[in-house]
């Protein structure tokens, strides 16, 4: 008997259900990459019946090359109605995925009190619809809506509902604990009847209500389930889905069931961090596996036996899922993380152990004060560059001045004024923007430009603000985090302070520093003339 | 038999090991006051052998009356040495405490490892310790120390420790998964056996690390154990404890166990939120059972589904934990989620369907524009209000202005100017701040202060920024996410603009108007007298 796991990522769709995830079609293409290269074997990307964000997501996946297979979810179809007139089932077919999700009603009570139909057409509802995709030459996974509880209340209709949908070809029978509310030794008990009862393949789909997702996919998994769905991070409605980042390494780590190779596991905390950074959703720092705290050892006795054997406080090696160990003591995250990344840049630190050190000491500090260079790789870099010597500087601050001004009925006008001094020459430049931190970045690159035209084929892609102590919102430090692209790369650069403003420039100047890492100034000469407010020659 | 479940709380002790948490001796008594309400049966306060903080709060207990016992939490005594001139072991005997709670080793490889002595020394460890508090009189629970590992490698050995226990008078065996790595079959098995050959009554103490911890704790409980342990939250090391917070409705409501009263499981939540509140420590929205999502409904079906019976979406009913539905709305949503608040907020949608027409509208059109309500219920209600007639105006804009000024090696300043009109009188005032929203803030809230001394009493908790429209960062659209608190409430407001300050201010005024709902003004002469750039009367 094979052990593989068939891993069905629901993110894209029911984990948008979660509050405070919104995620545009750019976003779900993201991740949808991203899902790809960390193996799930099921993507779905939503519901191409119900908005146009969903439907420009399945037209842009059909452009790319994915292992995974896209999934489009959809229901059955509506009561007394007919399977090929449906409009909703209709966007399935049309959105071109070669895979449907379709969820059906498996509680009596739902049938009766949500849908206000029979029984008898809830299962024709769940035949027509699957025989209707099945034609349409789609696989088919049928989602059983709350199965549990309608197997607890009738279990002779949860099992019709199943046995119809098996009639009708449906590949995969998923049982959904949709409300959350099934406990562990149910779960095992349900799935194991249900298992000796059909020969459709078995898939699980559990809630957190109960804080018990984790538990129940692992139950129903030992009872015969091969296909488990949820979503990164557990996002989803109320407490969320069960949560792949937890069950995958469960099941792969602890069980030697095989879900994803071995170096894509390696890949989850990564893809997790990656999630949370598209959805602006803060990750707890205590989230097993992938949590910054997931290995974070505080207690001294744990630290001391730690440094003896990690094995004496670690149920497994954090770097099979990606993660490392961290010891909070001191607020170092990772100096063997550092020590790579500096090899990775040809910087050559077994030469320089003193300016290693200095390197380790700088970004241990810069830590202690709320940088989190996990997603500012270029600012790392820059910081790794300057500290080993090796970056000139394109300029230094005099100063900048921002202005906004708002008046009744008339929309905020913004303008920064930037002082520079750049090789030799004082450069003064204003420009207006959208927001302060928009004319800020205006002003900042058309002074750049002058030296540097190639600034003109970068633009910032991403912007994001977020409050590290929340003790006085306003005024506590802020982190910004920008993202910046040209056609070829993209780099994600870092500033915090008490000031907003002041964390976006440092964000915004380390971008630029970037992009021109290696690039010659032109002579001022050659550049536009000065304008008003342009170039001085010392 | 009794299905009487014993609530053992470690938040003070456990809980404080997780990374962020920290809490005076201060924070530690309220904690222990409002843990003795919710009924919990022991309430470990800490170490008192570690740190002053802690000493200072076994102090505090003895003078108030607790129906909770209060726990003072030590080791086994060093190698080779007398428990009776063990300076930690007196330490708990000096605290005052009628019970202890004492670790030893189980896990044979510990005791090698990290403790480096032998396993009979270990033995006598266990048992002297023990002896001697039972003989100064001390109810003590003994914490196996990595039972589960120690058992699996070794089952003899733990098994031994858990007799040596027995033998010295131990009052509970405590088994504890400390690296968090035991799965619920196994442990299951390994409480059952050793159930069968112990006469003590049996403990669980679980950590979370493969997200099972509430399942672990719940298979140990039909196992037999009949103490469980584990902390509000479910803070604590790595990735925390088990979380009290779903364990004991898991247990009470799912499984018929008793754990606390009826009346104090309705404090659930409020307890979970203060926790929350004092260790200064975000509150997942998604926390089974007690958070803000708990039984929140974003998916239109879901929606129009628990209108005609919560049953259909709602494990539990959320009354029973103190916790309550809430319905979101979204551009997922139907027009029912928006007809919910206003019945919730009593506004009379039935007898004016033109009003509601309207009101549905605008929320169209916001979304559209970028707002989105589900994360700001203040904006929403605020918004509703006004579209029914029910708002008055607490003032107008004429203008605002801001500075935000940078020198070479100087920090950021920043100022704020308003011009309000209030009631007539137009109030012109300013402000420094930490940042433009800050100072934005500080000159608003002395503005409205003259009029409304209670505006004093709220302050903003937290602050978000998303950008909506990524194309090109600073000068496409942000989403501002504003959270205020007052002594008993939370509300959040929103602001979306291509200008963060402007969206800024959308929120921040929201953010007032709602505080200051039903209030009245003073009279001008009742308040402070105007200053320089005070309040100008017409």
Redesign the interface.
Known sequence: MSNQIFVFDTTLRDG?????I?L?A?DKFKIALRLNALGVHYIEGGNPG??SKDIEFFQRVKQHNFNAKIVAFG?TRRKHSVAEHDASLNRIVDSGVRVSSLVGKAWD??VT??LQTTLEENLAMVFDSISYLKQKGLEVSFDAEHFFDGYKHNPEYAIAVLEKAQEAGADWLVMCD????T???EIFEIVSNVKSRMKTPLGIHTH?????A??NT??AV?AGAVQVQGTIN?Y?????NA?LC?II??LQL??NYRCISDNQLQQLTSVARYVSEIA?V?M??????V?????????G??V??IL??P??????EPELVGNKQRV?VSELAGQSNLLFKAQELHLDIDQDPEKTKLAIERVKQLEHQGYQFEGADASLELLLRQEFGELEEIF?????????????NH??A?EAIVKLNMHGNTVYMAAE??????AL?NALRKALEQFYPEIRNM?????????IN??????SK?RVL??SSDANTKWSTIGV??????A??DALVDSMRYALIGKQPLEPANSQPPTRLGLVNH
Chains 1, 2 share one sequence.
């Not at 949709?178 to 509310?181: D, L, P, V």
């Not at 957190?208 to 018990?212: G, Q, Y």
């Not at 707890?284 to 596996?289: D, E, F, G, K, L």
């Open positions: 948008t259900q979660g509050e405070g919104s545009s750019e119900s908005n229901s009570f739902h009190t949500a949709t409300n959350g509310g406990l562990p030794g957190n209500d109960c804080e018990l984790a538990a692992l139950a030992q557990g989803g409605e109320r407490c969320g949560n937890s390494p469960n602890k069980l602006n803060n707890p720092v205590n989230q097993p596996y949590g910054t705290a997931a290995f974070a050892h505080k207690g006795i744990h001391s036996a003896k054997d094995k004496t406080y670690e149920h497994i909070l230094t601050l005099d100063s900048f001045k921002i202005l906004v001004e708002k008046n009744a929309k905020v913004s923007g959208n927001g302060p931190v928009n970045d633009h910032l892609s991403d912007y994001k603000v977020r409050v929340e003790k006085d919102a306003t005024a802020v920008i993202e302070s008490e000031n907003v403003i002041e976006s420039w």
